[in-house]
């Protein structure tokens, strides 16, 4: 069964917003990370954040982690229109590092 | 360039017929991954080789045969394609230590048609 579920599906949003991205998911984890995929592209990993850390920042990337609702999320701060892309969360269970399990995906939208 | 590559980037074929798509990492790494995402981008994993030996296989037809000739290349056999089998196939890799968690390198990805 698909570990991670996103949400929203797709957002939309005007250029110098912010976006958040949520992300739920099922079992004990080491870590979550979040990927990034823009239309007929690989995913690209934007950052990981650990079991027993609650915030991480990168950039214009801010993730949390509530281990006890096993729910995160994603912000991008400032959006530009390069941001549009699909934003997916992986997680690998306990016992399991080397499999990641991805999330159904958030596509966003900035509009210029 | 350091990179996942992957051969062809498209691919369109006949049902029933037998095809194979190529992947290979020159960033050092020891695991390799194939993962299947199908229209609604829901990405799977199907497979995954760390130093030439099988460690992960999903539930995946038997149709589906990765073969790794060594640790740099996984590539993926696919006989008998049916319909269903149309989807963008990725290939991954990492380099897992101990204690460190497992950030993935994708390729850009197989988009396989079976007409």
């Known amino acids: 069964s698909q570990q991670g579920e996103e949400d929203p599906q797709a957002l939309s949003i005007q250029e110098g917003e912010n976006a958040t991205m949520n992300c739920s998911y099922k079992?004990?984890?080491?870590?979550l990370q979040w990927y990034r995929q823009n239309s007929g592209r690989g995913l690209v990993h934007l950052i990981l954040?650990?079991?027993?850390?609650r915030e991480k920042h990168s950039g214009r990337l801010r993730v949390t982690l509530d281990t006890s609702k096993k729910s995160s999320s994603l912000l991008i701060t400032a959006s530009r229109a390069a941001d549009t892309a699909s934003y997916f969360c992986?997680?690998?269970?306990?016992?399991?590092?080397?499999?990641?399990?991805f999330g159904s995906g958030t596509q966003l939208t900035v509009l210029p | 360039d350091t990179a996942v590559s992957q051969t062809p980037k498209y691919l369109v074929t006949q049902m029933g017929n037998d095809k194979s798509i190529k992947c290979e990492q020159n960033?050092?790494?020891?695991?390799m991954y194939w993962y299947k995402q199908d229209s609604k981008k829901f990405l799977k994993i199907m497979f995954s080789?760390?130093?030439?030996?099988?460690?992960i296989n999903e539930t995946v037809p038997n149709r589906f045969s990765p073969k790794s000739p060594d640790k740099a290349h996984l590539n993926l056999h696919i006989n008998s394609l049916e319909l269903g089998d149309s989807a963008v196939y990725f290939c991954?890799?990492?380099?897992?230590?101990?204690?460190?968690?497992?950030?993935?390198?994708f390729g850009p990805g197989t988009r396989l048609t079976v007409l």
């Open positions: 992986a997680t690998d269970r306990v016992g399991s590092a080397r499999q990641l399990t």
């Open positions: 080789y760390n130093n030439k030996e099988l460690i």
């Open positions: 960033l050092g790494h020891d695991t």
């Open positions: 079992t004990s984890i080491n870590n």
């Open positions: 954040i650990r079991s027993n850390e």
């Open positions: 991954a890799s990492s380099y897992p230590r101990r204690g460190a968690a497992d950030t993935q390198y």
